[in-house]
Structures are given as structure tokens and as C-alpha cells.
């Protein structure tokens, strides 16, 4: 496993004092016999990141260099695959979890590996520049040998400018951090996926507790007036599940049993059957004049899915000759509401009720 470019990951735990910057020319290094570790002869050699530079090492520290790199990987390894798993079956198990939480335990699952390598990652022995890489490539292009004669007898052979400077601090290879961020990102899209949004309206006049699968989650004022404010947004898990708003003092205003796709969008307002719910969409192109196309929502439970692009809640969509620049490529789409009885006209006929 090469050095990663662009950092130095010395592998001791205490870097020695001093190292050698060497100032790499354009021309191939020509190697000494000597091994850039420890005083003893190089009798093979480690190539490093991607500049094709073979570091000599006598057989002993090819070892232990081998053995670090080797750990590395087994760490970047079970980072991946404990992190992923995490995020994976966190909303299935714990559904209950709010949608983002699959994405901070698989990040820190993944960082779990990590810790224990780093917890138990060894000290160079003695008369041994690292324990893992010696030499490697820092971010300004030099390249650091940790063993400082070393260093600047590979400087003397190749006639390059040489610098005695303090040894770089341990630095985490980058990709280390691979498995935390896949396993976050995972845990993200996985969160989105298994809880859907779900926006709640309560219509009625009186304000109720919307209780899911018996445990209440949000308690919601009513809001008779269409408003892009209304309601709660939230996320509840997909599968099936018992809705029931409950007043104040106990009596059951509505209830239904419901299933939620994950990835889907709802919209639950129950209990409010002379409010009519429906969808305007207009395409770019067809001009401002041009009356929207009107899609009914029809649901007995009082639960609607909605498209997932959705660029307007419960406001008319803008007049006027602007470009139209929807979420979805040209194409406005709102969610509005309205009296059934005071619907205008071209939405009573959509409904069915001129
Ligand atoms: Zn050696
Ligand atoms: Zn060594």
C-alpha cells in the first residue's frame, strides 16, 4: 500500500525530533545502499505514492512496514464495513430514530476501527526511524525522511538541496477517513429513503395530538386558512402504521391505518372532509396567462402522497411573465387547498363539481 500523496504518515507514535526535507528535482532519484530506516544496508525497497520512488529498506523493516500498511488497510477495511452496516440497519431497527441519526451511527461505527488502530498502533523500536512508512511525500512536493542521516545521504548522492527541520507530526493518510464519510452519506440518503416526509394539517377547530402506532409525536394548532406555514413536517418510518389525532381530553378525532413507501411524500390532514386538496402544475413555455392544469387529491383516510418534486405548499403559483424555473426542468407544481364549497371554478370542474 503506497504513502498517501500529498501527506506524510510518519507510523510512530512519537516522530523523532529532527527530519531531513529533501527538494526533489525533475530528474529519477538514483538510491543509495543503505536502508532509510535504520543504519543497516537496504537490501530491498518499498515504492512510494506515485512518483515511482523505491525507498530502500534492509529485510527487518520491510517487515514492519509491510505489517503497519497491512493493519492500515484492515482498519480502512473494517471502518467500510462496520460503518455501512451501521447506517444500514439503523432505521430498521430503530425506526423511531429521527431520519438523520442512521447517518451519525454509521459515521461513528466507521470511526470505531479506526480508534482502535490508532489506540493500539506501535512505537518504533529502538535504533528505528518509524514504524511504519520512514520517508514520504509532505504537500509541498518535499519529500521527509524521518531517519535524518538517511536523508541526507540520499541528498548528497543525488546533489539536492537538503533541510534539517522538525519531523512532521503524525498525520491520518486521508483516505483513512473513506469509511466515515461513505458510511455518513449512506446513512443520509438511507435516512431519507425510510422515513418519508410526512407534512400534518390539523383542519379542525380544535388543536390534537397526532399519535403513531400509539406513541404521540406532534401536537398540532389548527389552521383553517391556507397557508405555506401550516402544519408539521415529519418524518415517519415506512410500513404500515396506525395515525390517530386525539384532542385534548381524550376523544378520538380521526384514525387510519396507513402504509408509507420509503421515499415517498404524504400529505395527512384528517378529519376535514369539506377541505379539498389538489395539485397546479405549469409548464414552462406555456405562458403566465395560461391556466394550470389541476390534478384533484381524493383520500378517505385524510392521507395524500404527492409528487416529490413539489416547489409551492398551499400558495398559488406566481403570475406574472418570469421564467418559470421549477424543480423539476420548466415544470411549477403547487399544493393548494380550499373550501370544497368555495372552490373557483376551473378546480370545482377538475373536482367534478361545476
Ligand atoms: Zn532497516
Ligand atoms: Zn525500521
Known sequence: MPAPLGS???????????????????????????????????????????????????????????????????????????GASCAATTPLVVPAWPWWSSALSGALAAGLPLALWWWLRRAPALGHAAAAECAALARDGRLVC???????????ANDLPVR??????????????????????????LGHLHQPETRVLNLTTESWTLEVDGRPLATLLPSRVESSAAGAALRLPAGRHHLLARARGGAVIAEARVELRGGARYLYAPAAPEICFWLEERTQGSGAAAAPSITPLRSDTGLHELPSELDRWFSPLPAGSSPLLGSSGGRLRALRQARCLELEPAVAKAFGRD
Open 8 to 82: 506524510v504518515s510518519s507510523g510512530s507514535v512519537e516522530p523523532p525530533a529532527l527530519a531531513a526535507w529533501l527538494e526533489l528535482g525533475s530528474t529519477p532519484l538514483r538510491p543509495i545502499a543503505r536502508c532509510a530506516c535504520c543504519p543497516a544496508p537496504g537490501t530491498s525497497a518499498l515504492r512510494l505514492a506515485s512518483l515511482g520512488l523505491l525507498v530502500p529498506l534492509c529485510a527487518a523493516c520491510r517487515e514492519h512496514v509491510a505489517q503497519a500498511r497491512t493493519h492500515r488497510l484492515a482498519a480502512l477495511l473494517a471502518s467500510l464495513l462496520l
Open 164 to 189: 534539517l527541520a522538525p519531523a512532521p507530526s503524525w498525520l491520518l493518510p486521508r483516505w483513512l477517513g473513506v469509511g466515515v464519510l461513505l458510511s455518513g452519506a449512506l446513512g443520509l440518503g
Open 146 to 156: 524521518l531517519d535524518p542521516s538517511f536523508g541526507l545521504a540520499l541528498a548528497a
